[in-house]
């Protein structure tokens, strides 16, 4: 009864290739994020979607575009692929902006 | 935009023994969170706690809003209490930002 979930888990890939990350929330929330951690453990927001609609966009390059069919589901789509693209990206929902956000369980992006 | 700094970065503890972690950030807030990564990896929601004091278990986490400041006590901390503690706040953009982690890890 996993609440925000994540697949893949891990995804190891070459530079120049394009891939796709997928999220998915069953908490009936309005509002999902993506965000980057890195090596040193740093969490940044990349991207946030609220009923569907892209509220928030950091600035991050263009190679990255979040994708939201539904209210319960959020894509992440990577293309060319960089070695500093490796990184954990964590997929989250709240009920709405500005409540408390649950983290699904990441997925581990290495680029060789 | 806000700024976030927690500490101490790094924490060693005896298994039992109590601690105080602290966030301090620079503007007003309307979400404040707390959260630990276990060393699976895993994110967990600990607290929201914009202001107030709240109580979770050994966890407990007070925020002083007018002071810019929040804390996460734990007591008589277990093994399993190990990991990264972050808070993480948000002020009107809607973007949550995360301080940098308090490293806690806790010995038998």
Known sequence: DTAVSQTPKYLVTQMGNDKSIKCEQNLGHDTMYWYKQDSKKFLKIMFSY??????INETV???FSPKSPDKAHLNLHINSLEL?????????????RTYEQYFGPGTRLTVT | GIQVEQSPPDLILQEGANSTLRCNFSDSVNNLQWFHQNPWGQLINLFYIPSGTKQNGRLSATTVATERYSLLYISSSQTTDS???FCAVESNDYKLSFGAGTTVTVRA
Do not use: H, T
């Open chain 2, 83 to 85: 990991g990264v503690y």
């Open chain 1, 84 to 96: 500093g693209d490796s990184a954990v990206y964590f997929c989250a929902s709240s009920p709405d």
């Open chain 1, 61 to 63: 390059p263009n190679r």
């Open chain 1, 50 to 55: 609220n009923n569907k609609e892209l509220i």
